[in-house]
């Protein structure tokens, strides 16, 4: 049983960084024993090379030369985690320039430059690895690479931002605002200081664009996906749902239909109370996914966190050292020029649930107005609520919740229900999801 | 983009056979896309070859004689799916000393002569691959020895058996008593004919021994497990314990403590209502894994059936193919001789809280005895409940919930209450298990 020595390089000694060093000095000899792999950190490339980390580097490895990193001959994988898209571009195509493999966590860089970081790496015969950049240490990027590659997949729901699952946990708990709960979050660390992409949705996509493209096995760009952040939502909005036995979640939902059509959307969901997706709280990320073969799988853990991107990171190590991720990189669908393009679907073909808040006008005959409207585009209401109690304006919010319909119908729906004589202001509209069950 | 063809033989063609089968007719091109590899069921044996399966086969591959496929130079892997472990174990020492890789469910096998199996395969430079073996189609195997390499896990909790699991479900939710539970899930086809290996832990626990070894790196053998089945479960302490916010469920415990000592164990525990293992209904199965690095991850999905387990078995196919289970088999804890024996702790060593259920007579001071009696063997009490209203023989339940201590105080205990004059009978006892929680 030979133990082979694979030199690691590392730019960008931050958090995720120091969690990677201190993986390989805890449990690098188990990591040895268990695939036969020595990871040895060569070499550390940060501009800062003075500020003490959590981790202490054998002398010689922190270097603030990135170049003496890209030739060193020895080194065969480096590890990106500069962050961004503009440094971290130039960067990751002077590795591969350089020969050797990288490791990234950065899921902005490969929805927004995959396409030709892909093409640099298979024009040097080099990979990619990704694992950390969706879902911090699920290892889900190789569940669907290899553990459920026997399966045609269906769907994929997740829930993908820590910090939109916070906010969102922390107002239907606490019932505060969403300022409020943003304000706090950022205090504890939970948000960052512009918490733009995470909270408008963008991250959740970004990370949807690379599973998607793993389970429906097409290569799929930004505007594919529909994208709705959590930065809109209002509390009476969690709390009359609740009532109703829902629980509000920023959701990427991937769907593939009977005539191979893909759907790849980003929204704020109401999902039903005590359903697998809709017990996910706090910072934690889920992925469900649907395969002809195996049913309904479901993965759960930290998203994000020093350690546990770090242990993503490893296992993408391991497994390019190991040969599987070069062997597979070029098959891969957002690598190969082969897949034939996805058909995707357009937001407005499909099919949803929704739930509807409109601020009505106290009056005879206004319930009627809204269930023709609704009617006259096809659209069957499955529920409503009207609490006594007056709201601004002589108005009191009622709540609709539908049947199945196109989206067209229903964004068609409230542009006529938007009538100032029989409500006040937008009506609000959020999707239901009823994921599948997975029955006998 | 080379694509290698891979001839496959399979033993014995019935359900999850029929399943790997129309897996790859199915899916075949699919998994060629995304592997390289393109599968072909070169020879199925089974000694039936008449009945017809839910999928054809090409004609010539259906053979009542192994002889045929063991001479077939041209396929590299075999299937075995026959079940039982004699003639499974003969066979799968023949498919070896014909130079063929082992793909197998069969956690039995694994479990009873698993040693002997993985010497054979190390002899040949052959590998035996089971993801299938555990937890139908979640990728568990694949990911303790990849995925999350990179951690040193602490704990391993599982819901591992889908017929114990359905049973504790129904009991729970119709309040139905054991035996008429386990009669109607006979007559739905969720539990076996003969149920024993099922509801007294055994399975579970073969799955234990197979995934302990690989979290905790290190041999384990049967005895190495203490068992307990669900055989003697009765409704009323699920119902009792429900009031207290408690759900029962069969489950693998798999700790690691801070010296390294090993516990593994199978027994009814009592879950925190909420928590994401109590959640899991049916037949599902789910695993929980602590690492150092990862912190919690969990995965959940069908435990066993045609087409789970028949998507796991063809994951390993595609495994083998791509020569990763080749590499990593000899270094298995399982497999390799090198590791040093676990230090497996006594089940009496252990810390836990309990539920007791006491028959108690309705007289004045026996409840003081009680509490005498476990606060001579340091037994602190954290809940009791006395409902209103006789038992036979003029007594009444008392349920009394534990702060955690060690078994064997506990068993002493019991041991000193077991007294005519205070009870009724012999006290209920069932763990209680606090998972541990993840929080930042």
């Known amino acids: 049983m030979d133990t082979k020595t694979v030199r690691i390089g590392l730019v960008g000694f931050g958090t995720v960084g120091s969690g990677v060093a201190r ?3 805890e449990n690098g000899r188990d990591i040895a024993d268990q695939t036969g792999i020595r990871l040895e950190l060569a070499c550390v490339v940060d501009k800062d090379i003075t500020t003490p980390r959590v981790v202490s580097l ?5 270097t603030d030369d990135l170049q003496r990193l890209l030739d060193d001959k020895s080194i065969d994988i480096v590890i990106e985690l500069v962050g961004g898209t503009t440094f971290a571009r130039d960067l990751v195509l002077k590795i591969l320039g350089a020969g050797k493999h990288v490791v990234t966590a950065n ?10 970081m892909y093409r640099a790496a298979l024009a040097v015969g080099r990979c990619i690895a990704f694992e950390a950049s969706c879902c911090g240490g699920i290892p889900i990027v190789s569940a669907l690479r290899t553990g459920l590659a026997a399966n045609d997949i269906s769907g994929l729901y997740g829930i993908f931002n820590g910090t939109c699952n916070y906010i969102l946990s922390e107002m239907t708990g606490s019932g505060a605002a969403f300022d409020d709960v943003l304000k706090a979050a950022q205090q504890k660390g939970f948000a960052e200081a512009d918490p733009t992409l995470d909270i408008d949705g963008t991250d959740t996509a970004h990370k949807l664009a690379i599973l998607a493209a793993l389970a429906f096995g097409c290569r799929v760009e930004m505007e594919d996906i529909s994208i709705e952040g959590i930065q809109n939502v209002q509390i009476e909005d969690i709390r009359y749902a609740r009532e109703m036995g829902y629980v509000l979640k920023l959701l990427a939902v991937g769907e593939k239909d009977a005539d191979g059509r893909v759907s790849l959307r980003v929204h704020p969901s109401f999902l039903s109370q005590g359903t697998p997706l809709a017990d996910v709280g706090g910072p934690f990320n889920a992925v469900s996914v649907f395969g002809n073969a195996v049913g309904n799988v479901m993965f759960y853990g930290r998203g994000a966190g020093m350690m546990a991107t770090a242990s993503a990171v490893v296992a993408d190590i391991i497994d390019i050292a190991l040969g599987t991720s070069e062997r597979l990189f070029e098959r891969m669908p957002m690598v190969t020029e082969r897949r034939k393009p996805a058909n995707f679907k357009k937001i407005g073909d499909i099919q949803s649930r929704f739930y509807i808040r409109i601020m009505a006008k106290d009056q005879p005959g206004v319930f009627a107005r809204y269930g023709r409207i609704l009617g006259k585009h096809s659209i069957s209401i499955s529920g409503a609520m009207q609490h006594e109690g007056a709201g601004p304006e002589n108005t009191v919010p009622v709540i609709i919740t539908t049947h199945p319909t196109r989206q067209k119908n229903m964004t068609a729906a409230l542009k006529e229900l938007q009538s100032p004589d ?10 239901i999801l009823d994921i599948p069950e997975d029955k006998e």
């Open 23 to 25: 993986i390989l000095q």
């Open 58 to 62: 054998a002398p010689g490895v922190l």
């Open 107 to 116: 899921k902005a860089l490969l929805a927004e430059h995959g396409g030709e």
């Open 422 to 431: 029989i409500l006040l202001g937008t009506p609000v509209c959020i999707h």
